[in-house]
C-alpha cells in the first residue's frame, strides 16, 4: 500500500538546522511533483514548498525562502527539507505530500513530524 | 503575497446543505481544490480542479467556481462531515507558488 513517512523531527534551538526525510513507498514516487507543508499548532495548513517529479525545479513559500530547501532522491525514494536558520514560528507539523494526480485524483500525505523550535 | 479568504466556521443541521466560499483573485484563471482535515489527522482530497471528485469521496461533496470565488458544497451534511477545510490554489505569477485559504471549521448540529 502506499505510505509517506516522514522522520527527522525534533526539539532544535532557535538559528539551529534540522533535516526532514520522507520515505515513499507503493507509488511511482518518480512520477509525481512533491510538496512540503505545514501546520502550527492549532493553526491552519501552510504551504512550504514544492519540486517537480525530476527535481529540475523547486519553489518555496516566501515565509521560508533562503532558509528552507526541498530536495529529492529518486534512487532513494526520498524527499528533503534542509531547514537552516530555524525560528519559534516554524514550530510546526510538517507533512511531505505527493502533487495532485489530475487524471485520476489521487493524493498521497504523510502522518506529518513534530518540529519544535524553542530554546 | 496571494490569499485565498474564508470564513473561518459554518453551521449546518444534520440532512442540509451547507456552501463554503473561498475567493482569490487568480481563481478565474487557477483550478480550485479543498481538502477536509479531521482533528489528529492529515488532511483528505475532497474535491480536484474544481469540481471533480476522487474516488471514495462521498457523492454530497461538490465543488464549483465561478470568478474569483470557489465553492466547496455539502450536500446532505452528515455528522461526520464536521472537520476543518481547506482551499488551495496557486497564484497567478506562474511560479508554482501555493496557498491554502485560512480554513473553515465546519459544525453539524
Known amino acids: 500500500q502506499v505510505q509517506l513517512v516522514e522522520s527527522g523531527g525534533g526539539v532544535v534551538q532557535p538559528g539551529r538546522s534540522l533535516r526532514l526525510s520522507c520515505a515513499a513507498s507503493?507509488?511511482?514516487?518518480?512520477?509525481?511533483?512533491m510538496h512540503w507543508v505545514r501546520q502550527a499548532p492549532g493553526k491552519g495548513l501552510e504551504w512550504v514548498a514544492v519540486i517537480l517529479y525530476d527535481g529540475t525545479k523547486k519553489y518555496h513559500a516566501d515565509s521560508v525562502k533562503g532558509r528552507f530547501t526541498i530536495s529529492r532522491d529518486n534512487l532513494q525514494n526520498t524527499l528533503y527539507l534542509e531547514m537552516n536558520s530555524l525560528r519559534t514560528e516554524d514550530s510546526a507539523i510538517y507533512y511531505c505530500s505527493s502533487h495532485v494526480d489530475t487524471l485520476t485524483g489521487k493524493n498521497y500525505w504523510g502522518q506529518g513530524t513534530l518540529v519544535t523550535v524553542s530554546a | 503575497s496571494y490569499e485565498l479568504t474564508q470564513p473561518p466556521s459554518v453551521s449546518v443541521s444534520p440532512g442540509q446543505t451547507t456552501r463554503i466560499p473561498c475567493s482569490g483573485d487568480a481563481l478565474p484563471k487557477k483550478y480550485a481544490y479543498w481538502y477536509q482535515q479531521k482533528s489528529g489527522q492529515a488532511p483528505v482530497l475532497v474535491i480536484y480542479?474544481?469540481?471533480k471528485r476522487p474516488s471514495g469521496i462521498p457523492e454530497r461533496f461538490s465543488g464549483s467556481s465561478s470568478g474569483t470565488t470557489a465553492t466547496l458544497t455539502i450536500s446532505g451534511a452528515q455528522v461526520e462531515d464536521e472537520a476543518d477545510y481547506y482551499c488551495y490554489s496557486t497564484d497567478n505569477s506562474g511560479d508554482s507558488i501555493w496557498v491554502f485559504g485560512g480554513g473553515t471549521k465546519v459544525t453539524v448540529l
Open positions: 507503493g507509488f511511482a514516487f518518480s512520477d509525481y511533483a
Open positions: 480542479e474544481d469540481s
